[in-house]
T-cell receptor, first 116, second 110 residues
Framework: DSGVTQTPKHLITATGQRVTLRCSPRSGDLSVYWYQQSLDQGLQFLIH???????AKGNILERFSAQQFPDLHSELNLSSLELGDSALYFC???????????????FGPGTRLTVL | DAKTTQPTSMDCAEGRAANLPCNHSTISGNEYVYWYRQIHSQGPQYIIH???NNETNEMASLIITEDRKSSTLILPHATLRDTAVYYCIVRAPYGQNFVFGPGTRLSVLP
């Protein structure tokens, strides 16, 4: 158990819908990262938040957005869903941002999103 | 980010040491080498990381060559539960995220 929690575990929805994925980082961790893993793309970095502020963006679509709240939990919002958005979505947390480059990231169990 | 190259797949007999190689010939002087693994569709699990010295923890050992262009992850006594995809990652200076390649699929055989 990494200490990172994600809800829900599974989500089934239809094309065009909007969903929200939730992540609670490990106690004391200020950074939250979101990753997407689909069958044909592997693990792809989406976005990083540190202490409530966006720090870096990866391959995140404009239909996707995220935020980190004062209690440090984070939500990933996916809208206008397409079949290709079906994937595993992982969040990870670490103590600090990139300055402490040796910091490891601890991953949650993921949310499996299925778009029908 | 420095690129890494790993074999696509490897087999290892249960109880034997599993040695997983990784090439990172373009690594910069201040980049760390990290290893993660992913069992089935679970979240990636941190294993170990290092800069230039060899490292050991309760899970594995990491051997980094003197020129830092390659490394080897060693699982000393592989068990069936070590069957997973193993990712070798080099993290850029002040990097924000990890860049995952396809990794090595390790199968531990009874």
């Amino acid at each position: 158990d990494s200490g990172v929690t994600q809800t829900p575990k599974h989500l089934i929805t239809a094309t065009g819908q909007r969903v929200t994925l939730r992540c609670s980082p490990r106690s004391g961790d200020l950074s939250v990262y979101w990753y997407q893993q689909s069958l044909d793309q592997g693990l792809q970095f989406l976005i990083h938040y540190y202490n409530g502020e966006e720090r870096a963006k990866g391959n995140i679509l404009e239909r996707f957005s995220a935020q980190q709240f004062p209690d440090l939990h984070s939500e990933l919002n996916l809208s206008s869903l397409e079949l290709g958005d079906s994937a595993l979505y992982f969040c990870a947390s670490s103590v600090a941002a990139g300055q402490l480059q040796k910091n490891e990231q601890f991953f949650g169990p993921g949310t499996r999103l299925t778009v029908l | 980010d420095a690129k890494t190259t790993q074999p696509t797949s490897m087999d290892c007999a249960e109880g034997r040491a599993a040695n997983l190689p990784c090439n990172h010939s373009t690594i910069s002087g201040n980049e760390y080498v990290y290893w993660y693994r992913q069992i089935h569709s679970q979240g990636p699990q941190y294993i170990i990381h290092g800069l230039k010295n060899n490292e050991t923890n309760e899970m594995a050992s990491l051997i980094i060559t003197e020129d830092r262009k390659s490394s080897t992850l060693i699982l000393p006594h592989a068990t069936l539960r070590d069957t997973a995809v193993y990712y070798c990652i080099v993290r850029a200076p002040y990097g924000q995220n990890f860049v995952f390649g396809p990794g090595t699929r390790l199968s531990v055989l009874p």
